[in-house]
């Protein structure tokens, strides 16, 4: 079946501590991104890319890191200081040129 | 002002009622409209994209109204199943990108 698999699901750290999101897809999708979503807010761009190599921030990217070196994955690294980490992390994937993004199921980030 | 705003509900609706949401977006370039779907603690599904002419796609109804920059979905014949919240999306252009801007979404609950 083809989609985006995102893990772990539910990701726990200590404040200070980096900490790295998978996205994979195998829906042969040439962007990426990846959102933050938090209780009562709608999902706001942490950072996307066109195409293999390439990304570009978007508009809360302070505190985050991605790379883009296969088609398939783009991982995010919430560094410490991202000063308030904890939310729900959607990546998303579209065909290059459209606007139809579809998403994985989320991993959900605790900062304790 | 938000650059796209949502009623946040919740609506509370029987089973069969028919229920109508509202959006207003900022941007008068925005080309592309969308509503996605999303579940309790669930990733957004796009529900359908919006066109100018307005578009049906079984129970659900959407319109678009540019020049008041207004998008609306309606919901015939309503299912407990139909409970999640809405997310009215457009697209923004920005820096050479096309990028997808979320409202906060509506929030329906459908009782029996």
């Known amino acids: 079946d083809g989609g985006i698999t995102q893990s772990p699901k539910y990701l726990f750290r200590k404040e200070g501590q980096n900490v790295t999101l998978s996205c994979e897809q195998n829906l042969n999708h040439d962007a990426m991104y990846w959102y933050r979503q938090d209780p009562g807010q709608g999902l706001r761009l942490i950072y996307y890319?066109?195409?293999?190599?390439?990304?570009q921030k978007g508009d809360i990217a302070e505190g985050y890191s991605v790379s883009r070196e296969k088609k398939e994955s783009f991982p995010l690294t919430v560094t410490s200081a991202q000063k308030n980490p904890t939310a729900f992390y959607l990546c998303?994937?579209?065909?290059?040129?459209?606007?139809?993004?579809?998403f994985g199921p989320g991993t959900r980030l605790t900062v304790l | 002002r938000k650059e796209v705003e949502q009623d946040p509900g919740p609506f509370n609706v029987p089973e069969g009622a028919t229920v109508a949401f509202n959006c207003t977006y900022s941007n008068s370039a925005s080309q592309s409209f969308f509503w996605y779907r999303q579940d309790c603690r669930k990733e957004p599904k796009l529900l359908m994209s919006v066109y100018s002419s307005g578009n049906e796609d079984g129970r659900f109804t959407a319109q678009l109204n540019r020049a008041s920059q207004y998008i609306s979905l309606l919901i015939r014949d309503s299912k407990l199943s139909d409970s999640a919240t809405y997310l009215c999306v457009v697209n923004r252009f920005s820096g050479g990108y096309n990028k997808l801007i979320f409202g906060a979404g509506t929030r329906l609950a459908v009782h029996p």
């Open positions: 890319s066109q195409i293999v190599n390439d990304f």
């Open positions: 998303a994937s579209s065909k290059r040129g459209y606007n139809e993004q579809f």
